[in-house]
């Protein structure tokens, strides 16, 4: 099954509601890192890509129909080159905003991360943030420069440039389906991600 949606934005960016909306859509399931914390096979396969292995897509992603959140959305390059009929989705907010949601959620639980293999401090704090996290003024400039980068790369056909609180419009009209009448789904808030934060220690 090869990915039909791949999603490029950072996490704390709606991946969450965007995971449940393409499930709503029927462009699941769709690869979140909840999946990282849910089976150990796939934690094993992520640990390792992040570690060096060379990529085996159709592995990493089998089952699967799209991916949104890290870990993947840090290969996007590579996956836009693998699937080259994917739509691609970069899920937006201000730069401000994402830093305070990502540094009351996501960055306490990898800061001090005693598992050194594990996707939160390997991946995202090693990898894409290379060791700065902490640093508003460095990780906003990361955040940014994803964003430029995915605009810069990403015919305009093929991208949909998502900002939070878009509701269905949008996303039907770049994937070619009818709007639902189920509202958006509104995932996985600050609250939410602190009831289920061991998923950084996958």
């Known amino acids: ?6 999603g490029t934005g950072f996490g704390r960016t709606g991946t969450d509601s965007m995971r449940e909306a393409l499930g709503i859509l029927r462009f699941g399931p ?7 914390f849910a ?6 396969l992520w640990r390792a890509l992040a570690g060096g292995a060379a990529p085996d897509w159709d592995a990493l992603f089998d089952g699967f129909q799209s991916c949104v959140d890290w870990p ?9 080159d693998a699937f080259p009929e994917a739509k691609v989705i970069l899920t937006w907010r201000d730069a401000e905003s994402w830093w305070n949601s990502f540094s009351k959620t996501i960055l306490p639980n990898i800061q ?11 991946l995202i704090h090693q990898q894409v943030f290379s060791g700065r996290p902490h640093d508003k003024e460095h990780a906003i400039a990361v955040y940014e420069a994803n964003v430029a980068k995915v605009k ?7 991208l949909l440039v998502y900002e939070i609180g878009s509701g269905w419009g949008p996303l039907c009209a770049h ?9 958006y789904p509104l995932r996985n808030s600050t609250r939410e991600f602190k009831d289920n934060e061991n998923t950084f220690h996958s």
Request: glycine letters at 6%; a negative charge; one cysteine or more.
């Open 152 to 158: 810069a790369a990403v015919p305009p056909g093929r």
């Open 30 to 36: 769709c690869h979140h890192m909840f999946e990282i």
């Open 112 to 122: 001090y991360s005693q598992d050194k293999a594990s996707l939160g401090w390997a």
């Open 72 to 80: 993947s959305a840090a290969y996007w390059p590579e996956l836009v």
């Open 1 to 6: 099954m090869a990915l039909q949606v791949i």
């Open 175 to 183: 994937l070619g389906v009818p709007v639902p009448e189920t509202p």
């Open 39 to 44: 089976s150990d096979h796939q934690r094993a």
